[in-house]
């Protein structure tokens, strides 16, 4: 069974950057998508975006489009998340996410499996 | 963009059943998934592809799909199954994974 493991928690300050890493083990990387999600504090859960490490192709969100790169590296069977010029508002729980489609539905998307997250507070 | 709507709470006794809706314009022709999040836990997977069952998922957990509305439905509620329950679909026409803003299931 996959597992993801994610980086430990970050401080960062306003107008900085984050990288934050997702390794898996028990699976192969490329035989995947893995997704980035986050959670503020209280808050629901707010996709960001996802990559297909086989392609190489991703895909952003909108409201991270221009401050977020999502990238995986077979090598290491590592997915990185790095968010910049991080302000007050990025403080939160980032959770990686691996991407399942069956051959039916081969555009439609879901997470089965979750990594236990990562908090990054952003705070001067 | 895609907008999913949740109850925010939902209360139920226990020994009954809970139903948690997730709104959205022409769900039924769209694959609806359901995570359930308990406090400072990441989410678990318990319905996929709008009423499959992950595995290790109790029988008391179903969903169904049509028109307007999916529904999560919990039976023979227990104090366990108080969490947060998130639907989540994916946009085909904007290839974007869109989650509801989450129900808050609690247990009297």
């Known amino acids: 069974q996959m597992q993801l493991v994610q980086s430990g928690a970050e401080v960062k300050r306003p107008g900085s950057s984050v990288k934050v890493s997702c390794k898996t083990s028990?699976?192969?990387?490329?035989?995947?998508?893995f997704s980035w999600v986050r959670q503020a504090p209280g808050q629901g859960l707010e996709w960001m975006g996802r990559i297909i490490p086989r392609s190489g192709t991703t895909k952003y969100a909108q409201s991270f489009q221009g401050r977020v790169t999502i990238i995986a590296d077979k090598s290491t069977s590592t997915s990185y998340m790095e968010l910049r010029r991080l302000r007050s508002e990025d403080t939160a729980v980032y959770y990686c996410a691996r991407g399942l489609t069956s051959i039916a539905q081969p555009n439609d998307w879901y997470f089965d499996i979750w990594g236990r997250g990562t908090l990054v507070s952003v705070s001067s | 963009s895609y907008v999913l709507t949740q109850p925010p709470s939902v209360s139920v006794a226990p020994g009954k059943t809970a139903t948690i809706t997730c709104g959205g314009n022409n769900i039924g022709t769209k694959s609806v998934h359901w995570y359930q999040q308990k406090p400072g836990q990441a989410p678990v997977l318990v319905i996929f592809?709008?009423?499959d069952r992950t595995s290790g998922i109790p029988e008391r957990f179903s969903g169904s799909n049509s028109g307007n509305t999916a529904t999560l439905t919990i039976s023979r509620v227990e104090a366990g199954d108080e969490a947060d329950y998130y639907c989540?679909?994916?946009?085909?026409?904007?290839?974007?994974?869109?989650f509801g803003g989450g129900t808050q299931l609690t247990v009297l």
């Open positions: 028990g699976g192969i990387i490329s035989d995947s998508a």
């Open positions: 592809y709008n009423s």
């Open positions: 989540l679909v994916w946009d085909s026409t904007t290839d974007h994974a869109v």
